[in-house]
């Protein structure tokens, strides 16, 4: 049979508000809202409740001795501190614990051990998640040894598509021999049109032509080879005669 949970055991993980009250908290009057009955953050044994019955003033409780809450801090309207207290004299005091106030909800300050614990908890509870998971994947086998198994990984490189290796359209050697064919193309029929810019219209490229020589010249130089060829050749001389052979 289990045993009934307290709230009182632990009270950093509940909160409590009261609605009717949100909307005239101030400083004057927040300390009667977190002495409400229904508020389990209040103990109702301490010197406020003592004060609040003989209906004297929160000023008499600097010359009691016991629990007592005070208003520590107050940023109106959202936020408001109380703080719990063991009062020894009217000069010396004892923290207990803090309470604030956001938006009328009051909720328990946690210490200090109580932050470093939960933090340390999430750390490990963090760390141990990692090992639990890095163990799912490993596998061992005494020939190969260890290894790791990734699922996920083997998914994704089926479904992803298989990339084609790029070709190279063409080899060092053909790029270099095919702009030389062109440079010679170039050379021997240069482009009539030219465009300084995409979309202006194209210029005509003006060629220039050598100069042709006069007509004069042209019959002279016709003239001088067709009398050279008609000079007389210079006459060839004769085979030597054969002389009889003396027997």
Known sequence: MM???????NLLGISWVDSGWVPILNPGNVLDYFSERSNP?????????????????????NQMVGVEYILLHAQEPILYIIRKQQRQSPTQVIPMAD????????????????VI???????????QSAFDEAMAYCRYHPSKGYWWHFKDQEEREKAKPKSKK???????????RVDTLL????????PTFYQPKPGEKPIPVEVKKEPEPPAEA?????????????????PSKPPPEKRARLQ
Do not use: W
Not at 41 to 61: A, G, I, P, S, W
Not at 101 to 109: F, L, T, W
Not at 183 to 190: A, G, M, N, V, Y
């Open 3 to 9: 045993a009934a949970v307290d709230f009182r055991d």
């Open 166 to 176: 790029k070709e190279e359209p063409s080899s060092l050697f053909q790029r270099h």
């Open 183 to 190: 440079l010679d193309l170039r050379t021997k029929f240069p």
């Open 117 to 127: 614990s939960s933090r340390v908890l999430s750390a490990v509870h963090g760390i």
């Open 99 to 114: 309470y604030y106030i956001i938006a009328g909800v009051v909720y328990q300050a946690p210490d200090l051990g109580t």
């Open 41 to 61: 953050f209040y103990d109702r044994t301490c010197n406020n409740e003592v004060v609040k019955m003989q209906r004297l003033t929160l000023e008499h409780l």
């Open 218 to 234: 042209v019959k002279q130089e016709e003239r001088e080879p067709a009398a050279k060829s008609a000079a007389p050749a210079p």
